[in-house]
Structures are given as C-alpha cells and as structure tokens.
C-alpha cells in the first residue's frame, strides 16, 4: 500500500481533487485579471488600489494565492518523491519549497491586508 505524505494520510484521490480544484480557482482567476484588464481604459494607481479594496476582491485573491501554495506543493512534492532518490537530499528540498510557499502566502496576506 502506498502512504501519501502530501495529505497526512488520506489517499491519493484527495491530492488529485485539490489540484483539480486549485486549477480551476487559477483559471477563474486568470480569466477575472484578465477581463479587468481588457475592460478598464487608462488604468492608474487610484483604479488598481480602488479595485482592490473590495473585500471580495481581496478574498478571491487570497484564495488563488492557496490555491498557488497548494497546487505548487502537490506538483512539488511528486516531482520531489519521483526523481529525488536520497532521502536527505529530497527532505531538504520539500523543506525549502515549504519554507517559500509559507513566505510567499504569509507576504501575499501581508500586501492584500496590510498597511
């Protein structure tokens, strides 16, 4: 039987869902920025922060920048499990891509929610 360390014990199915589901949250969100774009003429500085300081803007935001760590982590993670053979060498690695998904969610709060 096959252990899933990405998922601390569930099966494999739930890993495939969250990719499947992150996926479709990046491709909403893509289609979203990019509509905004296309839509709005001579966008500025007061338009862009204007835009985001709605607070559904922010949450769908702040859900994409999960959706990214998560999605990051499971790919990660298989590529990490199926071509890093040395167990030490391939804790590192998982460390360190934990470590930037960590710094990278907490900085994407920090620029959506700070001051």
């Known amino acids: ?39 709005t003429s001579d966008l500025d500085y007061a338009q862009w922060s204007g835009f985001f300081q709605q607070t559904w803007v922010r949450i769908f935001t702040f859900l994409t920048i999960l959706s990214i760590a998560a999605h990051a982590w499971i790919g990660l993670w298989t590529i990490s499990t199926d071509y890093i053979k040395p ?3 391939r804790f590192v690695f998982q460390a360190v891509c934990n470590l930037a998904l960590f710094t990278y969610v907490v900085w994407g709060v920090q620029v959506l929610w700070g001051a």
């Open 87 to 89: 167990t030490g060498i």
């Open 1 to 39: 039987m096959v252990t899933n360390v990405t998922n601390f014990g569930r099966s494999g199915l739930s890993d495939w869902l969250l990719q499947r589901f992150s996926a479709v949250v990046l491709a909403l969100y893509s289609v979203f920025i990019v509509g905004y774009f296309l839509t």
